[in-house]
């Protein structure tokens, strides 16, 4: 498992481990593709939160979903309780096709919310990309042209740097 905060460098790993010959499997890209309009896990998101998750194309409206649950523990629960299963299921099957097509193959899960969403007793190592939290906000404000605000929120409903730390075999440090 590759782990890290938001704006940790995961994805630079992630790319770099593939063109070794990994097979990256993506949480954020799966939660992406069950989160299009037409799918059990979007209908259950607007259930949820409302017509106003819905931008007016007809996909998901993540800043909208993200100021609605990134202060409010309650409602990221909530969010939590349907999207975590769902990417559960579908990494496993994943893992699985990756390992028919190549029982030897090196598949790395490309995830955020290890601790929160996984735990860590499936992997055979968990690697920690690391930046402490003040890299990893300026990059999103920088980067991703979020507010300070926004950024910081997003890093406060994830592990802490010492919760993800610990979890480590491996830490990179990507600041």
Same mark, same amino acid.
């Given at each position: 498992? #590759?782990?890290?905060?938001?704006?940790?460098?995961?994805?630079?790993? $992630?790319?770099?481990?593939? +063109?070794?010959?990994?097979? /990256?499997?993506?949480?954020?890209?799966?939660? =992406?593709?069950?989160? +299009?309009?037409?799918?059990?896990?979007?209908?259950?998101?607007?259930?949820?939160?409302?017509?106003?998750?819905?931008?007016? @194309?007809?996909?998901?409206?993540?800043?909208?979903?993200?100021?609605?649950?990134?202060?409010?523990?309650?409602? #990221?629960?909530?969010?939590?309780?349907?999207?975590?299963? $769902?990417?559960? @299921?579908?990494?496993?099957?994943?893992?699985?096709?990756?390992?028919?097509?190549?029982?030897?193959? /090196?598949?790395?899960?490309?995830?955020?919310?290890?601790?929160?969403?996984?735990? !860590?007793?499936?992997?055979?190592?968990?690697?920690?990309?690391?930046?402490?939290? $003040?890299?990893?906000?300026?990059?999103?404000?920088?980067?991703?042209?979020? !507010?300070?605000?926004?950024?910081?929120?997003?890093? =406060?409903?994830?592990?802490?740097? +010492? +919760? =993800? #730390?610990?979890? $480590?075999?491996?830490?990179?440090? !990507?600041?």
């Amino acid at each position: 498992a #590759l782990t890290g905060g938001i704006a940790s460098g995961k994805s630079t790993i $992630a790319r770099r481990l593939a +063109e070794h010959g990994a097979v /990256v499997v993506d949480a954020d890209r799966t939660v =992406r593709e069950l989160q +299009e309009p037409g799918r059990p896990v979007f209908e259950q998101i607007v259930d949820a939160f409302g017509p106003g998750v819905v931008a007016p @194309d007809g996909s998901l409206n993540r800043p909208a979903l993200g100021s609605i649950v990134f202060d409010d523990p309650d409602k #990221l629960a909530i969010l939590n309780a349907i999207v975590h299963p $769902a990417v559960r @299921d579908e990494t496993q099957r994943r893992f699985r096709e990756a390992f028919a097509a190549d029982p030897d193959a /090196v598949v790395v899960y490309d995830v955020p919310l290890l601790r929160e969403a996984r735990g !860590t007793g499936e992997w055979d190592r968990i690697v920690v990309a690391h930046a402490p939290a $003040a890299v990893r906000i300026e990059r999103m404000v920088v980067d991703r042209g979020m !507010t300070r605000d926004d950024a910081a929120a997003r890093v =406060r409903s994830q592990a802490s740097d +010492e +919760e =993800r #730390l610990a979890l $480590a075999d491996v830490v990179i440090d !990507t600041s």
